[in-house]
């Protein structure tokens, strides 16, 4: 499959040569490498890596030519073009940023509570497009059932991208010192704590993970799986990565899969105002659907 690893090498400037500053590198990496690589994770994936990205991009990649076997970028992305197997979401998985906390951003789970007390019988159905290691949609969870309580009827569908993140989130297990900001009864009410070897891990008990459905979603693909429309949908910190024509694209698939006056909820550095055809602002990142 894979020609054999490269010596490093000091790094020069531009075009074909090598780029970079200082300290020797493991594989050689080109102006040309870094253009590739934008260009597929933007076809693939919708993200716009800007030009101060070469380092991180470097970094992560080059654990992909480690594993592949493969000495040069160049081979490994002729590779990557020539087929359509689990190594592109590898790749995707290597170029994702996944932060995220327990209620980050904690003005939208009161909005939330404030939004769910109008109308406690439910239902509700909810998506969260951006899942991660699952704290955003644990979170979301414990909001519903501290508002209303565990009888009212209540989907939670949560996806990404990242397959390895998802996979996490569904096992729902964190390290106790990450669950810092949440209450004490909290987490009584909603973890199991690690014993002998588990010991300062915890688990999200089976009521908080019963109402969630994990799935992969892509978000600038259109083939999305929902046969319902949500009431809320939770797309925080995604749009960042995107252009203003992929967000523009995005947005118009979130308003076709929303009811007529649901909510969007976005992150903190997000701004739709060009797009007040399809969204207005209720509050802090907080958009109904017109």
Known sequence: MAASMSS?????????QEIGVGEAREFAWTEADFKRVQKLIYQRAGISLHDGKHAMVYSRLSRRLRETGYGRFDDYLNWLEGQDGPEW???INALTTNLTAFFREQHHFESLSALLK???GGPWKMWC???????????IVMTVLQTLGGGVPFDLVASDIDSRVLE????????????????????QRFFMRGKGDNDGLVRVRPELRKPITFLSV????DDWPFREPF?????????????AQTQRRVLERIHR???????LFVGHAENFSESRDLFVLRGKTVYERV
């Open 8 to 16: 490093g090498r000091s790094a020069a400037v531009a075009g074909g």
């Open 89 to 91: 979401q590898e790749f």
């Open 118 to 120: 109008r109308r406690p």
């Open 129 to 139: 497009s951006a899942a991660s290691t699952g704290e955003e949609p644990y979170s």
């Open 168 to 187: 996490a989130a569904g096992r729902g297990v964190y390290r106790a010192q990450g669950l810092k900001g949440l209450t004490h009864e909290q987490l």
């Open 218 to 221: 892509n978000l600038i693909r």
């Open 231 to 243: 009431d809320v949908v939770f797309c925080r910190n995604v749009m960042i990565y995107f252009d």
């Open 257 to 263: 899969v929303l009811k007529p006056g649901g909510t």
